[in-house]
């Protein structure tokens, strides 16, 4: 069973930093794009930032600058590092992505449970 296990969430100050980690485990061949999205009270879920097998990475405009999307694909994971961090950052964060099932390249796309970041002084 394939699954996103999210990390490193928290309550962090204003103008502190934080980083997420996304674990991907169970049967799968690798990972392909990869994302972050967040989910403020009372808001739709938005995309945070994307990053592609070769590295190409997409961000909100409005985070540009402030949080950056890495992979380590020997570990199976993604990293969301966070800074300059604002009231209006607080959400759940959420790992999505697709996985490699077979040696087709078929993929499948999962989503993990949510890690709460509240930023508050």
């Known amino acids: 069973q394939v699954q996103l296990v999210e990390s490193g969430g928290g309550l962090v100050q204003p103008g502190g930093s934080l980083r997420l980690s996304c674990a991907a485990s169970g049967n799968f061949f690798r990972m392909n794009t990869m994302a972050w999205h967040r989910q403020a009270p009372g808001k739709q879920r938005e995309l945070v930032a994307t990053?592609?097998?070769?590295?190409?990475?997409y961000y909100a405009d409005s985070l540009k600058g402030r949080f950056t999307i890495s992979r380590d694909d020997a570990k199976n994971t993604v990293y969301l590092q966070m800074n300059s961090l604002k009231p209006e950052d607080t959400a759940v964060y959420f790992c999505n992505g697709d996985l490699v099932i077979d040696t087709d390249g078929d993929y499948e796309n999962y989503w993990g449970q949510g890690t709460q970041v509240t930023v508050s002084s």
């Open positions: 990053i592609a097998s070769a590295g190409t990475t």
